[in-house]
């Protein structure tokens, strides 16, 4: 059982170029979220998604995008990265009964020249 | 939103040595979540607290809930280089929310 699956796992960019970031479950979860996590700052969500076709701002959405055309993948976008958005990105699902934890993928390391 | 306060922000126990970690909150939390995330890992989750005064353990560890649903501790009985780490409390903000607000976690050194 792979879990949660992030693609790539580190990527440098220089400012001003666009990527996508790739996130695969295959636990069957409804609610997907992106993270980022930044030196003595936690977790802080971005994204959230409950379901095919839905998306959701978190704390800190300004500079991404997502989407979530299929219930297994959910995308967050970079249109013009900055050099603030140097981070480690995680990716986690969760079922959507209440209350339930939050199962992460392996993170991908990001940085912006 | 609600926020979780957790303390200390860094902890170097001698091996052998005893490991607490709080987690405050201004307001009656619903549940607390743990995660530990190894230096390089991802969060993985270690429990859930639901009922006033709960009291869980899992082998070395013992998570407690407060009465009151404002704070939540995890401590550690004589850590081992195997408890190295960062943990994180994390709460949801109301019933049925998705998500998870998380605390800025406790770095765990052990020094063997």
């Known amino acids: 059982n792979a879990g949660v699956t992030q693609t790539p796992k580190f990527r440098v960019l220089k400012t001003g170029q666009s990527m996508t970031l790739l996130c695969a479950q295959d636990m069957n979860h409804e609610y997907m979220y992106w993270y980022r996590q930044d030196p003595g700052m936690g977790l802080r969500l971005i994204h959230y998604s409950v379901g095919e076709g839905t998306t959701a701002k978190g704390e800190v959405p300004d500079g991404y995008n997502v989407s979530r055309l299929k219930k297994q993948n959910f995308l967050l976008g970079l249109e013009s990265a900055a050099p603030s958005q140097t981070s480690v990105y995680f990716c986690?699902?969760?079922?959507?009964?209440?209350?339930?934890?939050?199962?992460f993928g392996d993170g991908t390391r990001l940085s912006i020249l | 939103g609600q926020q979780v306060m957790q303390i200390p922000q860094y902890q170097h126990v001698q091996e052998g040595e005893d490991f607490t970690t709080y987690c405050n909150s201004s307001?009656?939390?619903?549940?607390i979540q743990w995660y530990k995330q190894r230096p390089g890992g991802h969060p993985v989750f270690l429990i859930q607290?639901?009922?006033?005064?709960e009291v869980k353990k899992q082998k070395r560890l013992t998570f407690q809930f407060g009465e009151a649903k404002k704070n939540s501790s995890l401590h550690i009985t004589a850590t081992q280089t195997t408890d190295v780490g960062t943990y994180f409390c994390a709460e949801h903000s109301g019933a049925g929310s998705y998500q998870l607000t998380f605390g800025k976690g406790t770095k765990l050194s052990v020094i063997p």
């Open positions: 607290l639901v009922k006033s005064g």
């Open positions: 986690a699902s969760s079922s959507n009964r209440a209350h339930q934890p939050q199962h």
């Open positions: 307001t009656t939390l619903s549940n």
